[in-house]
């Protein structure tokens, strides 16, 4: 009940915050452009309470998901008087700008977001920074099927000059499956170029980096806690093979299945041989039941601190990057390469929002910048009834050097209005069938 109660608030929070920032920025603009403003809304439906300044009604209404705000004159289906602070009565081009305003402001909002949530100091992995020096790559992973090879040293990717092990973590993130990223590799003085197909596992992507295995706790009774493993203890090779990183550590437990293992680990400084046996078992972290010998790892971090100028680069490259996928990913979706079964709606936000919430207020907020950006983008598509709509029409009257006519501009809503509700309707099914498969 609470886990409901949590996600439901959540999602109230950040979707209903961001629709309040895109209606802010349309009304600023209109307000900038002498476009008179009859009633700002926080909230939907029947007024609660407010005030009037001028001639418009600052309102609280019953229904907390966002806001409105109505412009004098902006219905077409309307009479108009004609009075020079309608909306209809400005110039295209003004317009156009405050239509183009709402999804401004949800942009500028994901930026502002994200800054402050890369900026500062945080943790990170000790080779976060560091050139991408393969140690291993994963039989039939990508990075495999692409021809990387342990000790190969890759210096760019899909364009990006010296990246490090961050720098992939992002170009993996940000990769639609089947995504071709084109990679440079320096392989013993030999320049190798080649492709890597992206897929949903993000550490075989571009192999694995080296980093050494601290034992951190020991699961009572486990197959570690019986041979006598102990927390401090730092794992130095399986079965004679040299243990180089986390992600090679199960990937040889998981092909081992419950063979015996020898581990050469090292204890204050002193080698020590232990025979382990991996049994299969059920952690309770939602990814079934696998192989393991029961030790969690400590994880190794080091301190990043990033100043103003650079949190706020680092967050203009973040959301350029994401609003690229989107769109790409919208492309794919008209093409067929993305079926609808995979696109989030309503019951997956306040899914994810009640995750946030749950995980602190900078989760929260991180969440928040996501529906903003998303928002953006969505209202910036040539549909009807959306800011892009809008503006497209907008352009098309430019062209024309004429206003269409009122019946035109209406069917052209409907028919966009009729597309949106279908869409709407087929994520909101997709979005339920989810929640039941899983639940």
């Keep these: 009940m609470l886990g409901t109660f949590l996600s439901i608030c959540g999602a109230l929070i950040a979707l209903g915050f961001m629709v309040l920032i895109h209606e802010f920025g349309h009304f600023l603009v209109a307000l900038y452009f002498d476009v008179r403003v009859d009633v700002f809304s926080i909230g939907f439906g029947t007024r609660l309470f407010g005030w009037k300044s001028g001639p418009t009604d600052y309102r609280v209404s019953i229904l907390p998901l966002g806001g409105y705000v109505r412009m004098a004159g ?21 317009r156009a700008l405050i239509a183009l305003a709402g999804p401004t402001m949800n942009v500028i909002a994901a930026i502002v977001i994200f800054a402050i949530h890369f900026g500062g100091v945080s943790q990170q992995a000790p080779y976060a920074d560091k050139p991408i020096e393969v140690v291993g790559v994963f039989k039939g992973s990508p990075a495999e099927r692409a021809g990387i090879q342990a000790g190969d040293r890759i210096t760019a990717i899909n364009g990006a000059e010296d990246p490090t092990w961050e720098r992939a973590h992002w170009e993996t993130g940000f990769a639609l499956p089947g995504a071709q990223l084109p990679v440079t590799i320096d392989r013993a003085g030999q320049i190798v170029s080649t492709v890597v197909t992206a897929d949903q596992d993000e550490y075989d992507m571009f192999g694995y980096p080296a980093e050494s295995i601290a034992v951190d706790t020991v699961t009572p009774n486990g197959p570690a806690g019986r041979a006598g493993l102990e927390p401090g203890d730092r794992i130095v090779s399986f079965d004679d093979i040299p243990v180089e990183s986390w992600y090679q550590f199960q990937q040889l437990i998981k092909q081992r299945h419950d063979h015996p293992i020898q581990l050469m680990i090292s204890r204050n400084g002193h080698p020590m041989k232990l025979q382990v046996r991996p049994e299969l078992k059920d952690l309770g972290d939602g990814n079934g039941t696998r192989w393991t ?98 503006i497209t029409m907008l352009a098309i009257e430019g062209a024309l050097r004429h206003d269409l006519s009122v019946k035109a501009k209406e069917r052209f809503i409907q028919v966009g209005f009729v597309f949106i509700l279908v869409v709407f309707a087929l994520v909101m099914y997709n979005d339920v069938l989810r929640l039941f498969q899983h639940s």
Excluded: Y
């Design 293 to 390: 010998i029961g030790f969690s790892r400590h994880i190794d971090s080091v301190q990043k601190d990033m100043g103003v100028v650079d949190s706020i680069g680092f967050s203009l490259w973040f959301n350029a990057r994401f609003a690229k996928q989107m769109v790409s990913l919208v492309g794919q979706l008209f093409v067929g390469k993305v079926s609808l079964k995979e696109v989030q709606g309503p019951v997956g936000i306040v899914t994810m929002s009640g995750r946030a919430a749950r995980a602190g207020f900078g989760s929260l907020m991180t969440m928040m910048a996501f529906i903003s950006l998303n928002l953006a983008v969505v209202n910036l598509l040539p549909f009807p009834i959306l800011d892009g709509g809008h």
């Design 74 to 94: 902006d219905n077409i289906s309307e009479e108009r008087t004609g009075a020079p602070d309608e909306f209809l009565s400005k110039p295209r081009w003004q």
